[in-house]
């Protein structure tokens, strides 16, 4: 009850601050009232709250960019500890004297349940 409360401030808190945003960024002269801000500049390329379309697109590709690559990396990651675990697997099976067949992939956990066999056996 204890976190509900505290991810409830704090999602109350962003909520007001990002109604805050939108209140300065709509109008900085409707704004006044509420918060005191100064206009620096009504360029929007020197603005950081407005945004062009080139500037939209540009943002666009980027965060496509940075998910691909981050989707791209776990992929790889995943793959990488999936072979390592099947490589431990069948070392601790060959370590218990149970020789695997080629392609084939024990759990360890149920080593202890198969019949042993050694190379000596096999020939």
Do not use: C, H, Y
């Amino acid at each position: 009850m204890r976190r509900l409360i505290i991810f409830l401030i704090i999602l109350v808190i962003l909520i007001i601050g990002g109604g805050l945003t939108a209140l300065i960024a709509s109008s900085a002269n409707g704004a006044a009232d509420l918060l005191p801000v100064l206009t620096i500049t009504a360029d929007p390329n020197a603005s950081a709250t407005i945004m062009q379309t080139w500037k939209a697109e540009q943002l666009f590709l980027l965060i496509g960019l940075i998910v691909t690559s981050l989707v791209g990396m776990a992929i790889v990651a995943a793959v990488v500890i999936w072979l390592l675990d099947r490589s431990m697997q069948n070392t601790g099976l060959k370590e218990a004297g149970i020789i695997p067949k080629a392609g084939t992939t024990i759990d360890v956990r149920n080593a202890d349940k198969l019949p042993a066999s050694t190379p000596d056996a096999a020939r």
